[in-house]
DNA sequence: TGTTTACTTGCATTCATACGCAAAGACTAG
DNA sequence: CTAGTCTTTGCGTATGAATGCAAGTAAACA
């Protein structure tokens, strides 16, 4: 029994085949090289990086802060209402991503987003999320503070 | 000084406004009621739960099978190479964000993703990794095998 | 040069999560 | 009821990540 190969996803394999350097690994059982589960790996890995740092509250709302507006890491520790040096992590960590693009000014650095296709990929999330929100009032509320 | 606002941040916060139903939190400095950042907490709350499933790889190649596919639990290990039990327990967790949905059939259970934004966040956030990973060829490399 | 402002980095603590393994449920078939 | 799949759940462990605090760097200014 086997239900893998390409029967499902589309082209997630070769959108990124097409892109050329990628890592290797050789298939365990069957499917493209370099593809576990129908998925390209290298696009599994990438996905998976960019999603793991929108998937923290404070800097999601910096990534949503950024889409409209260049600001300094001050500038988004009062906004976001958190300690400048905290932010100033989330910021390195965006920044090894590519996430975000910095200019200095004087003594201040002012952040943006300077990769379209982030900046669509995080549109599109928080347009998605806020249908998903509409559709289904409140669902695991339940305390917490944290 | 202060920078935040609605200076950004589009209708993030008036698109969940009209969802009804949210936690509340005494806004520290300013921006409306129940927002941090220009930002709805629950849309970032509910963002943040999402993104946090998909952030992982085993989780995002069975998310991915599942959109054109609906597949049992040993359908899926096999697919992406990971015991059966392991497979199981992310797909309770998905489960309980309410990713997939389940049909039991014999002693076979088949997931399936049946939220149709679900679908389309997926959808989006694959197709712009995809992008991303087009226009830029590989940055991170380093040895270190997995 | 010394001081102030703005940001970054290092470190320790704490908490969350993924993984493997073993045992338990659920359902079908004899 | 017993045997055999398929799936779920519990548990211990190891790894990863966020947070707070303190020290270090960088640029403007007196």
């Known amino acids: 029994m086997n239900a893998s190969k390409q029967s499902g996803a589309p082209r997630l394999t ?3 085949t097409v892109g050329g350097a990628r890592s290797e690994q050789p298939a365990a ?4 090289p370099g593809t576990v589960g129908g998925v390209d790996d290298d696009v599994v890995t990438l996905a998976v990086e960019v999603l793991r740092i929108l998937a923290d509250p404070t800097r999601l709302r ?3 802060l950024l889409l ?6 001050s500038e988004l520790a009062d906004a976001v209402q958190r300690p ?3 932010v100033s992590q989330h910021l390195a960590k ?7 693009a910095t200019r200095r000014e004087g003594t201040t650095v002012r952040y943006r987003i300077d990769d379209e296709h982030i ?3 995080v549109l599109d999330t928080t347009r998605h999320v806020e249908h998903l929100l509409f559709d289904r009032p409140a669902h ?4 917490g503070p944290r």
């Open 140 to 143: 695991h509320e339940m305390g």
């Open 14 to 16: 070769r959108a990124a």
């Open 84 to 86: 400048v040096a905290g």
């Open 29 to 32: 059982s069957l499917g493209a």
């Open 62 to 64: 910096i990534t949503v």
């Open 119 to 121: 900046r669509q990929l």
């Open 68 to 73: 409209t507006a260049e600001l300094s890491v």
């Open 94 to 100: 965006m920044r090894l991503a590519h996430l975000v």
